[in-house]
C-alpha cells in the first residue's frame, strides 16, 4: 500500500497571469507521490472571502507574498508533516484551526488554498489515478457546459464598460470539444465586428476584448449579432451568460452606470437588466445586484429565475451557510464555486454540494489572476459540477483549462456525458 503521510511540503514564489507575485505549493508524501498547485486571485473580490496575505509595502505595489510563503515553509509545513495527505478533510481542517482567524488572515488564504490543492495532487499522483478520477472514485460524471468570456469589462477593464462579463454559452452543443469550436467561430466574428466598427481597445484581465463601446447594451448587441454571424441561432444553440458584478459599481438602492451615465435604485436595475433578459439571448446572470443586496436577490430570481440561472458569486462566497440561507429565501439558483474564496478544497466542495441539494446550478470558475494550474478544470468533472467558467478564449491561463478538459472528455470516450443544457437549473 502507497503510503501517503506528508513527508515534505513546500513553498516559492511565483507570477500570476496580471504580472502579480502568488504562492505555489509542492507536496511530498512519504511514498514518493508529489502534487503541486498554485493560488489564484481575485480582482472583484466579495466581503466574506478568503483573505490572501500580501506583503504591504512599495514592493510590487504591496502584493508580495514572502509572508505567505513564510507561513507554508514554517507553520503550515510544520503542523501537517506526518498528516495522511489522502484525508482531505482532516488536512483542511487542521489548516482552518492551526489559522484561527474567520477569514485565513494570518496564514494568508493564498498560503493555504495553494497548500490544500497541492495535497489533493498528492494524494491523486499516490493512488495513481487523473484528479478528476481520484475526485470522482468512479462515480457519474459529466463534462461541464463552458461559459466563455468574449468582452471584458468592469474591474478588468478600468470600468471601460460597467457589466464585467459578457460571455457564451453552447449548451446545444453535443460535447465540449463542440461547445469550443462553436465558441472560436463565435470569437473569430466578435473580432471582425469589432474590428470593422473600430470598437476594440486591446484585451482585459481575462483575454476577452475590451469593448469601446458607447452603452452596455451595445455589447448585448454585438455578442447577439457575431453569435448570428458565425451561424448560430441565438437562444436555441447560444445563448448569452453576464456577470454583472453590480457590487463593483453599488450596493442595495444605488447603483451608478458610468457608461449609460444613469444612477438606478435596486428596482430600476432589476428592470433594465429584465428589459435585457427580454431582448437578448440570456440564459444567466450573475450578481445582478450588489452582495448585500438580499432583496434584491430575491426579487431578481423571484422575476426572472424561472427562464434565467441566477448564480450568486460575491453574494455566496463560495459558502455553504450561505448558500443554503440563499435556496431557503429564493435569492438564487446556481452557486459560483472558486476554492480560494471559500478558502480550502473542502470548504468550496461543501458549497458545491449545499447548492446541489438545493436543486441549484454549480459552476466552477477560475479567478481573474491566473496561472498555468488546472486544477479547477479537475474538480469541474470530478465533482459533477456540470459547469466551468474560466475567462475567455484566449490566453494561455485560460486555455490551459479548456484544453486539459478537452483531454478529460477524450480519456472518457463514449462514457462522456456533456452537460449541456442539463447544467442549467431552470431546465432541471
Ligand atoms: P474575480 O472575478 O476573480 O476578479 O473576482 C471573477 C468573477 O467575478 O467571477
Ligand atoms: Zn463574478
Given at each position: 500500500m502507497t503510503d501517503t503521510r506528508i513527508a515534505r511540503l513546500y513553498g516559492r514564489r511565483v507570477w500570476d497571469s496580471r504580472g502579480r507575485p502568488t504562492v505555489e505549493v509542492e507536496a511530498h508524501l512519504e511514498g514518493g507521490a508529489a502534487g503541486r498547485a498554485i493560488a489564484p486571485a481575485g480582482a472583484s473580490t466579495g466581503r466574506g472571502e478568503a483573505l490572501d496575505l500580501r506583503d504591504g509595502g512599495s514592493r510590487f505595489g504591496g502584493l508580495g507574498v514572502d509572508r505567505a510563503v513564510g507561513s507554508v515553509n514554517g507553520e503550515i509545513a510544520s503542523a501537517l508533516?506526518?498528516?495522511?495527505?489522502?484525508d482531505q478533510e482532516s488536512v483542511d481542517t487542521l489548516l482552518v484551526k492551526l489559522d484561527g482567524t474567520e477569514d485565513r488572515s494570518r496564514l494568508g488564504g493564498n498560503a493555504i488554498v495553494a497548500t490544500s490543492m497541492a495535497i489533493l495532487h498528492a494524494a491523486a499522483a499516490a493512488s495513481k489515478k487523473p484528479l478528476w478520477l481520484h475526485l470522482s472514485g468512479g462515480g457519474p460524471v459529466r463534462i461541464p457546459l463552458p461559459e466563455i468570456q468574449i468582452f471584458g469589462g468592469g474591474a478588468h477593464a478600468d470600468r471601460?464598460?460597467?457589466?464585467?462579463d459578457f460571455m457564451v454559452m453552447c449548451?446545444?452543443?453535443?460535447?465540449f470539444a463542440e461547445a469550443l469550436e462553436w465558441t472560436a467561430e463565435i470569437y473569430r466574428a466578435t473580432g471582425s465586428l469589432m474590428r470593422k466598427a473600430g470598437k476594440s481597445g486591446g484585451v482585459a484581465d481575462e483575454g476577452g476584448f475590451w469593448p469601446d463601446f458607447d452603452s452596455n447594451e451595445e455589447a448585448l448587441e454585438t455578442l447577439t449579432r457575431a453569435i448570428e454571424a458565425a451561424g448560430f441561432r441565438p437562444s436555441d444553440q447560444v445563448g448569452i451568460s453576464l456577470d454583472v458584478a453590480a457590487s463593483q459599481f453599488g450596493d442595495a438602492g444605488r447603483y451608478r452606470l458610468a457608461l449609460d451615465n444613469r444612477t438606478l435604485d435596486t428596482e430600476r436595475l432589476i428592470d433594465l437588466l429584465g428589459s435585457w433578459i427580454e431582448k437578448y439571448p440570456i440564459l444567466s446572470v450573475e450578481d445582478p445586484v450588489g452582495e448585500n443586496d438580499h432583496d434584491g436577490m430575491r426579487e431578481f430570481t423571484h422575476r426572472y429565475g424561472n427562464r434565467c440561472q441566477v448564480i450568486g458569486d460575491d453574494y455566496l462566497v463560495t459558502d455553504a451557510r450561505r448558500v443554503e440561507a440563499a435556496a431557503a429565501a429564493h435569492a438564487a439558483n446556481a452557486v459560483l464555486v472558486k476554492p480560494n474564496q471559500a478558502g480550502t478544497v473542502t470548504e468550496a466542495l461543501a458549497a458545491l454540494q449545499a447548492g446541489k441539494k438545493a436543486g441549484f446550478g454549480t459552476i466552477v470558475s477560475a479567478r481573474s489572476g491566473e496561472s498555468e494550474d488546472v486544477t479547477i478544470a479537475h474538480l469541474s468533472v470530478g465533482w459533477d459540477a456540470g459547469q466551468l467558467k474560466v475567462g475567455s478564449f484566449t490566453r494561455s491561463e485560460r486555455m490551459a483549462k479548456w484544453n486539459e478538459v478537452l483531454r478529460i472528455e477524450e480519456a472518457l470516450g463514449t462514457t462522456a456525458e456533456f452537460s449541456g443544457w442539463s447544467a442549467l437549473p431552470y431546465h432541471a
Open positions: 508533516l506526518g498528516q495522511d495527505a489522502a471601460r464598460v460597467d457589466v464585467q449548451p446545444a452543443a453535443t460535447s
